[in-house]
């Protein structure tokens, strides 16, 4: 059994980057996949209620992504910091890594917990939401904020896995969790009508959603954390290995908070588009959370190389093997890039029928249309954009992943979507096209960041030829 663990543990400072990119972003691309099902499941259940639980199901999951947003920093940060000191060869630098972000993760869970579970009303307030499905998002999120500590032992875990190479045991985990929400959600949902001599009970509605992923986080984390646990990182771990110590605690923090706070900015930027459409109504809102979810799907496996880049850089960036970094970031935009133009494709084409899998009403099939008009050609934006993120955290610049989200989430969404709206009268339009600009925009910014970053860190970032700049067959 421990053998069969350590063979999803891959040392990347060897071997082809193409190979480590397909035998690592296939597993992270499906688990992903599975993981935006799981949502997509969600949405599906709220659209057989009513529009309003999906609109208050869409402006739950905003205000919930904070504390995704703390999770998937923290996992970042534990990723980047426990990969370079693999690539470096330190060991024990990496096991006491991994054991202080376990540790830190339970503890700093619990605050963000009752933080959240205290605070969803003001978010929302935030957020503009007085509608009748404010009701709705309330107990959603009141109920969902059980689920903090699972999150963060997960994301935490998975953070200390990807960094040695492993992504199938997330993969395996999330898959599960896709399962079993398939059954869990009609079962709190509806309940289970009395048939013969079997007993049956009622089901609790739309807070069967929410009851849902709190028991099958609670079984991914554990999950999660065994796997963690029991890897060739934390081998031989002892009891003193997780007492929390200040100075590996702020390294943790120094290195996950940037991307904690870059991911809160998408949440902001979310809450903005929200704001903007709240004049709209339920229709807008529900639209969006429902082409959201679509445009997610498409992005998919260009995430999946995005999410590989993070371990591949920090390897090779505590291994100080600069050409390697260079080789897999150009690899991983110019693959990925394709796979998004192909994505954007299909997104025209199909978007209605997408669309109408998960409602009927017109209305909103034609707004969240609108937005897949805009979404399409955003995407390989988007992938050059994650890309450039991973860069930064995989070489211990995160802090610039935040201005960059300030500016490409607050202040030109903000901004253009009043312009758009407010001033031209645009109306849903003028969010969208808001949007779209600053997407782009802020991948112009990155560029320059990443140029100037690059050539401090590591001399240079290159270009793409760099792929064409090695003999066929040899493995950089």
Same mark, same amino acid.
């Given at each position: ?10 040392? *990347?400072?060897? %071997?082809?980057?193409? /190979? +480590? ?19 997509v499941?969600?949405t ?23 504390l ?10 534990? =990723?980047?910091?426990? #990969?370079?000191?693999? $690539? @470096? ?7 006491d ?5 376990l540790?830190?993760?339970?503890l ?7 933080? #959240?579970?205290y605070?969803?009303? *003001? ?20 109920i ?10 997960a994301?935490? =875990? ?15 985990? *999330? ?15 509806? !309940?289970?009508?009395?048939?013969l ?5 009622? /089901?609790?509605?739309?807070?069967g ?9 609670w079984?991914?984390a554990?999950?999660?954390l065994?796997?963690?646990? !029991?890897?060739?990182?934390?081998? +031989?771990?002892?009891? +003193? ?14 290195? $996950? &908070?940037p ?9 902001i ?21 429902? &082409? ?5 799907l498409i ?10 880049l993070?371990p *591949?850089? @920090? ?11 260079r ?10 890039? &394709? ?11 199909g %978007? ?15 707004i969240g ?5 805009? @979404? ?7 992938l ?20 960059? $989200? ?10 253009? &979507? ?6 031209? $009268?645009?109306?849903p ?7 779209f600009?600053?997407?782009?925009? #802020? ?5 320059l ?9 590591? #001399? +240079?970032? /290159? ?6 700049s ?6 950089i």
């Amino acid at each position: 059994m421990a053998k069969q663990k350590k063979s999803r543990e891959r040392d *990347l400072t060897h %071997g082809s980057i193409a /190979g +480590h990119f397909r035998a690592l972003a296939i597993p992270a691309g499906i688990g992903m996949l599975f993981n935006t099902l799981y949502n997509v499941v969600d949405t599906f259940y709220a659209g057989m209620l009513s529009t309003d639980a999906q609109a208050g199901l869409s402006v739950s999951f905003t205000v919930f992504f904070i504390l995704i947003a703390f999770g998937i920093g923290l996992g970042q940060g534990i =990723s980047a910091l426990v #990969g370079s000191a693999v $690539g @470096a060869k330190k060991g024990t630098e990496a096991k006491d890594l991994a054991a202080q972000g376990l540790s830190f993760s339970c503890l700093f869970s619990i605050f963000i917990g009752i933080g #959240g579970y205290y605070a969803t009303p *003001l978010l929302l307030d935030l957020l503009g939401v007085s509608n009748g499905y404010r009701d709705l998002a309330i107990a959603y999120l009141h109920i969902i904020m059980f689920a903090a500590p699972a999150f963060m032992i997960a994301f935490a =875990s998975n953070g200390i896995l990807s960094a040695q190479g492993d992504t199938v045991t997330n993969q395996r985990a *999330l898959i599960g969790g896709f399962l079993a929400n398939c059954i869990l959600n009609p079962l709190f949902i509806f !309940g289970i009508p009395r048939f013969l001599f079997i007993p049956g009970f009622s /089901g609790i509605g739309f807070d069967g959603l929410a009851t849902s992923t709190v028991v099958i986080e609670w079984g991914v984390a554990l999950y999660m954390l065994r796997q963690a646990v !029991g890897s060739r990182v934390m081998e +031989h771990s002892r009891l +003193h290995c997780f007492i929390l110590r200040w100075q590996t605690v702020r390294d943790i923090i120094t290195q $996950g &908070a940037p991307a904690s706070l870059n991911f809160l900015t998408i949440t902001i930027g979310v809450f903005v588009i929200q704001y903007f459409l709240q004049p709209f109504g339920a229709t807008a809102v529900a639209a969006y959370g429902i &082409a959201l979810r679509i445009e997610q799907l498409i992005l998919l496996p260009g995430l999946g190389l995005t999410i590989v880049l993070l371990p *591949l850089i @920090a390897q090779n960036y505590g291994a100080q093997d600069f050409d390697r970094i260079r080789y897999a970031f150009w690899w991983c935009v110019s693959v990925g890039s &394709a796979m998004m133009l192909a994505g954007a494709a299909f997104l025209l084409l199909g %978007g209605r029928f997408l669309l109408g899998l998960f409602t009927a009403d017109h209305a909103v099939i034609d707004i969240g249309y609108d937005y897949l008009l805009v @979404a399409a050609p955003m995407l390989p934006a988007y992938l050059t954009l994650f890309a450039m993120m991973s860069f930064l955290q995989g070489i211990k610049r995160p802090i610039w992943t935040v201005w960059i $989200g300030i500016y490409r989430q607050i202040f030109a969404s903000a901004g253009f &979507a009043a312009l758009f709206v407010y001033i031209l $009268g645009w109306g849903p339009w003028g969010v969208w096209v808001a949007v779209f600009t600053a997407v782009w925009t #802020g991948l112009v910014l990155s560029s320059l960041v990443l140029y100037a970053v690059a050539l401090r860190r590591i #001399g +240079h970032i /290159g270009s793409p030829r760099i792929l064409t700049s090695y003999p066929k067959g040899e493995t950089i």
